[in-house]
C-alpha cells in the first residue's frame, strides 16, 4: 500500500523537475518565433516571427563566418586539450615518482584560482606573443585544462595495471601502449570529457572578450552579447533566434554521445 502511494508521488516530483528544467529550452524556442515587444509583454506561446527575426540576424551579421570562428576554436581546442592532458593524467597516474606528485598537487592548488584572476596577466602574455585578436590566444590557454587532468587521473587509477605490463611484455613503449591499449579502452571517459572541453570551449565569454577585438574574429557568445547592447532598444527575438543557433552544436553532442558521457562519468572502461 506504501510503495502504491509513494511510487506516484516519486513520478509526480521527477515531471515537475522535467517542466522547470526544460521551460527555459522551451521559452528560449518560443521567444525566437515572436516580435520583441511580444517576448516583452511575456508571451510564451509559439508565434510566426521566426523567418522574420531570422533574416534579421543573417542581414546584420555575419553568421556562417561567426560559427565558422566558433566551430573552428571549440574543435582544435578539444581535441587538443584531450590529448594534452589525458597523456600528463596518464603519465602522473602510471608513472608516479615524490616530485610529480608534488607538481600534481600544485596543479590542484591552481584549480582554486578563479579565472578572471588570470585574463590580465593572459592578456599581457598573449600581446608579448602578438596574438591579440587572434583565435589562437583562445586555443593555447585551454589546452592545459587542469579539470581534465584531474578527471582522466581518477579514470585511470581503475585502468588495470596488467594490461600496461603485457603491452611492455609484447615490446610497446609508452605511447604504443597509451594509443593502443589504453585509449580504446577508455572511449567512455573520452566521451565525457569531450563533452566538458566542448562546452567549456563553445560558451567560453571572458577571455574572447578580452581578445577578439574585430567582428570578423568574433566567436557566438561574443554576438549574443553584443546583441543586448547594439541598439537603445534591445530585438529580444533576434537575440533568441541567435541562442538557438547557438545551442544546436552542443544538442547535437550530447544527444548523440550521452550514453558514452554517463558511463564515462561513472568510470567505466570497456574492453
Not at 600581446?127 to 590557454?141: K, M, S, T, Y
Request: proline share 4%; charged share 10%; with cysteine.
Amino acid at each position: 500500500m506504501k510503495s502504491k502511494i509513494l511510487t506516484p508521488l516519486k513520478y509526480l516530483f521527477l515531471i515537475i523537475c522535467s517542466i522547470i528544467s526544460i521551460f527555459p529550452f522551451y521559452w528560449m524556442v518560443a521567444g525566437a518565433t515572436n516580435t520583441s515587444n511580444q517576448i516583452a509583454e511575456g508571451k510564451i506561446t509559439l508565434g510566426n516571427q521566426f523567418l522574420v527575426n531570422l533574416k534579421s540576424l543573417f542581414e546584420g551579421y555575419n553568421i556562417p563566418l561567426i560559427m565558422w570562428n566558433s566551430i573552428k576554436v571549440t574543435l582544435i581546442t578539444v581535441v587538443l586539450s584531450l590529448l594534452v592532458t589525458s597523456l600528463a593524467a596518464f603519465g602522473f597516474e602510471k608513472f608516479k615518482t615524490r616530485k610529480s606528485e608534488i607538481i600534481y598537487s600544485i596543479f590542484l592548488l591552481f584549480m582554486m584560482i578563479p579565472f578572471a584572476a588570470l585574463v590580465i596577466p593572459l592578456f599581457k602574455m598573449m600581446a608579448g606573443f602578438h596574438l591579440v585578436n587572434q583565435h589562437l590566444a583562445l586555443i593555447l590557454p585551454s589546452v592545459s585544462n587542469l579539470f581534465l587532468i584531474f578527471f582522466f587521473r581518477q579514470s585511470f587509477k581503475s585502468f588495470p595495471n596488467e594490461i600496461i605490463d603485457s603491452g611492455r611484455i609484447e615490446g610497446a613503449g609508452s605511447y604504443g601502449i597509451f594509443f593502443r591499449l589504453v585509449f580504446p579502452m577508455m572511449k567512455s571517459t573520452y566521451a565525457a570529457a569531450t563533452i566538458y572541453s566542448f562546452m567549456n570551449s563553445w560558451n567560453s565569454y571572458l577571455l574572447p572578450l578580452i581578445i577578439l577585438q574585430t567582428e570578423d574574429k568574433y566567436t557566438m557568445t561574443l554576438l549574443i552579447s553584443g546583441l543586448s547592447s547594439a541598439s537603445y532598444v534591445a530585438n529580444y527575438g533576434v537575440q533568441m533566434v541567435a541562442i538557438v543557433i547557438a545551442t544546436i552544436p552542443t544538442l547535437i553532442l550530447f544527444v548523440a554521445m550521452q550514453k558514452s558521457f554517463v558511463a564515462g562519468m561513472t568510470g567505466s572502461i570497456k574492453a
